[in-house]
T-cell receptor, first 109, second 113 residues
């Protein structure tokens, strides 16, 4: 079935690294995505990874993909207060995205 | 390039009414998808349109419908509103392909009283 899982909450200190984890179910997913949602806003695409890659780095963001375990993670280096938001991982299905429940990241000064 | 725009941004309706939400995709994007976001159910896929044809539909009752126009703009309609339809409705657009990246609009916040 379709079920993307994420932990609900993560709290880190400003300047530390944040790691948000996600497990997905469909091994045929071609792309996996990370979106960010700030209060009252829509979803902002942060980054994505093609399923034949193990890692992708984009400035402060690092995505790791373990296809065997169907595990995806997003690492944010030097986390800032502006990074406080909800982070969603998503896998592509048939003309749709299947989202996890979102991880609320709180960055403490 | 302008992003995805959605109108209206906020809407208050009463039970039994109907509502129409509008979405204008990024210029050049021909696919539009709709999602419903609620605290209880999270983000759920409603439907996807490409070249005025619905390519996929989520598990929602028939009260939820949509359409796409020749200029790729899309509307979704909810008839006989229920309290549980209160949600943030998000529209996303992409160029065309199933694996093309989707870009989201700011959403329409619907409150049903």
């Amino acid at each position: 079935g379709e079920d993307v899982e994420q932990s609900l909450f993560l709290s880190v200190r400003e300047g530390d690294s944040s790691v948000i984890n996600c497990t997905y179910t469909d091994s045929s997913s071609t792309y996996l995505y990370w979106y960010k949602q700030e209060p009252g806003a829509g979803l902002q695409l942060l980054t994505y990874i093609f399923s034949n890659m193990d890692m992708k780095q984009d400035q402060r963001l690092t995505v790791l993909l373990n296809k065997k375990d169907k595990h995806l993670s997003l690492r944010i280096a030097d986390t800032q207060t502006g990074d406080s938001a909800i982070y969603f991982c998503a896998e592509n299905g048939s003309y749709k995205l299947i989202f996890g429940s979102g991880t609320r990241l709180l960055v403490r000064p | 390039k302008a992003g995805v725009t959605q109108t209206p941004r906020y809407l208050i309706k009463t039970r039994g009414q109907q509502v129409t939400l509008s979405c204008s995709p990024i210029s050049g994007h021909r696919s539009v998808s709709w999602y419903q976001q609620t605290p209880g159910q999270g983000l759920q896929f409603l439907f996807e349109y490409f070249s005025e044809t619905q390519r996929n539909k989520g598990n929602f009752p028939g009260r939820f419908s949509g359409r796409q126009f020749s200029n790729s703009r899309s509307e979704m309609n909810v008839s006989t509103l229920e309290l549980g339809d209160s949600a943030l409705y998000l529209c996303a657009s992409r160029t065309a392909g199933d694996t093309d990246t989707q870009y989201f609009g700011p959403g329409t916040r619907l409150t049903v009283l």
